[in-house]
């Protein structure tokens, strides 16, 4: 039997696949922002509060106008953007049109934008239109009148929260908003809920089909994913804590850090139809050993070095008398085993 080499797993990197820009929403406790890798996250925004001095610093901060309730936070927004050069785009209200949130009317927010925001979009900064998670009649409302009145604005930005079976929800909201708009999508929070009582399983689950699907959708820019916390110490309760990138007070990656973080989002890591392709072009000097097969090696957009290990196994298809194969990668930082992850299974 043969095994990957560490060129199998560059074989599962596509252009093909769009490229969007993974990012993280925050707005909980600060001292884990500088365990998130700076290779991998390549911005975040904070809902309410401003820039994030742990982050790493190739990490892109994109500034946040939560609403008229908070005009002292967005005050001090100000001050950021005018004291630094880097900051490039600004995020509008959050959620408008949900009550507990920013809560305004379409003819509100536009008043709001064209007083606050429209003069740093005529400065040249990407401005979004209002970070909405539902309502299209509100924001079909808002971008009309916002057209009349003279708004410049860039990129649509959208939250979404549901449940596990609701992949088709998700999709028709994120097509449906650019189908309807032509403006390029940034997600800049999405997320499974607390009500949905989801399972581990399913909220990976559905963070591989979203994000695949994402991948494959040039208009989508950039995607936030809603973990950057503790499993135990959410913001909220609204959404589920199994979202989380964080346990044990924020010592390690899980599963869902280590898929949005060094899976497909930054990389194009994409499930082949077979494993037979990939065996066919892989370097299969590697011998087995149980089951297993062990070496060292580099992949693109990896410094360090690395330790794989690819486990194929075989198992027979009842119904066909045949045999499939399903192969896992795993890569190891030899420095620091803390980011080991699997980068995917092949089935």
Known sequence: ????????????????????????????????????????????????????????????????FWGPSKQGDWNMRKFEIATNNKIKSILA????????????????????????????????????????????????RFMSQCHDAGCKISFMALHWYGAPTDMDKFTAWVDGVYQKFKLPIWITEYGLTSGSNPSDEQVMNFLRGTTEWIASKPYVQRAAWNGGYDISAPPDAFATPLNAFFVGNGDSYRSTANYWFNGLPNTGLITLPSERAALAHANASAKPQHGHGHGHGKR?????????????????????????HDIQITLRNRRDPFKSLTLYRLS
């Open 93 to 140: 209200f959050n959620e408008p049109d949900v009550p507990s949130q920013a809560s305004m009317t379409p003819e509100q927010a536009v008043a709001l934008f064209m007083k606050e925001l429209q003069p740093y979009a005529e400065k040249g900064y990407q401005v979004s239109s209002p970070q909405m998670v539902f309502n299209m009649d509100w924001l079909s």
């Open 1 to 64: 039997m043969k095994f990957f080499s560490i060129t199998a797993a560059a074989l599962l990197f596509s252009p093909a696949l769009g490229k969007f820009l993974s990012g993280v929403p925050w707005g909980t406790d600060n001292r884990w922002a500088y365990k998130l890798p700076k290779d991998s996250v390549s911005w975040y925004h904070h809902w309410e509060k401003g820039m994030i001095f742990q982050m790493p610093s190739s990490c892109e901060y994109v500034p946040t």
């Open 300 to 324: 693109d957009g990896l410094a360090k070095p690395v330790l794989y290990t690819a486990t194929h196994m075989t198992q027979k298809n009842s119904q066909r008398g045949a045999r499939t």
